[in-house]
Nanobody, 123 residues
Framework: QVQLVESGGGLVQAGGSLRLSCAAS????????MGWFRQAPGKEREFVAA????????NYADSVKGRFTIARDNAKNTVYLQMNSLKPEDTAVYYC????????????????WGQGTQVTVSS
């Protein structure tokens, strides 16, 4: 059974940084794309970033480009999201997800999801 466990969320002041981690188990991690999504209260889930199986191709939402970096360590079955210059509008529950195919921005591409980790950015 596939399990994705996010960690690293918390409360940070605007302008600060956090690094989220997502540990995967139950499938051959190195052959799957991974993505990060987020959902703020009262809003729909939105795409944040994605990375292909090799780590060579990344994809970002316009709202986080230049501030967030996605990376993966296939030896550790872990994907990371480094978040810098955080803004209050980045406040949300962040989810990682795994895709058997494309590292795209559409949620339907991803078949397994973690439980999420809360990120709160204070102004």
């Amino acid at each position: 059974q596939v399990q994705l466990v996010e960690s690293g969320g918390g409360l940070v002041q605007a302008g600060g940084s956090l690094r989220l981690s997502c540990a995967a188990s139950g499938r051959t991690f190195s052959t799957y794309a991974m993505g990060w999504f987020r959902q703020a209260p009262g809003k729909e889930r939105e795409f944040v970033a994605a990375i292909d199986w090799s780590g060579g191709i990344t994809n970002y939402a316009d709202s986080v480009k230049g501030r967030f970096t996605i990376a993966r360590d296939n030896a550790k079955n872990t994907v990371y999201l480094q978040m810098n210059s955080l803004k209050p509008e980045d406040t949300a529950v962040y989810y990682c997800a795994t895709s058997p195919g494309d590292s795209g921005s559409e949620g339907y591409l991803y078949d397994y999801w973690g439980q999420g980790t809360q990120v709160t950015v204070s102004s």
